[in-house]
């Protein structure tokens, strides 16, 4: 195995990537300037995109209004309120919450 190809293995991936971001270089010009292949780059940068967006917990706030006799709750995300009943249907309430998460 090449010198090169072990350097590359045993990079601090996060600090590259750091030093990528602080750079102001597109990814191209850095990873050529720096020795780099651009693919590895990006699938780092990819692979801790993933990590990132599944390690974040927000949560949203639900209120239950009073004097109702129906089983209603009301989800407020940011502005938006969304009331639900008995019966809906939970993959469109699941899909609507995670883009207005996404948009709040």
Known sequence: MSE??????TFNWDELIQNFHKSGLSAPKWCKENGIKLH???WQLSKRRKVNNNDEIQWVSLKEKTGSSSNTITVKIG????S???GFDTELFSAVAKTLISLC
């Open 84 to 86: 639900v009943s008995e």
């Open 40 to 42: 590895k780059l990006r």
């Open 79 to 82: 502005n938006a309120e969304i």
């Open 4 to 9: 090169t190809k072990q350097e590359t293995n």
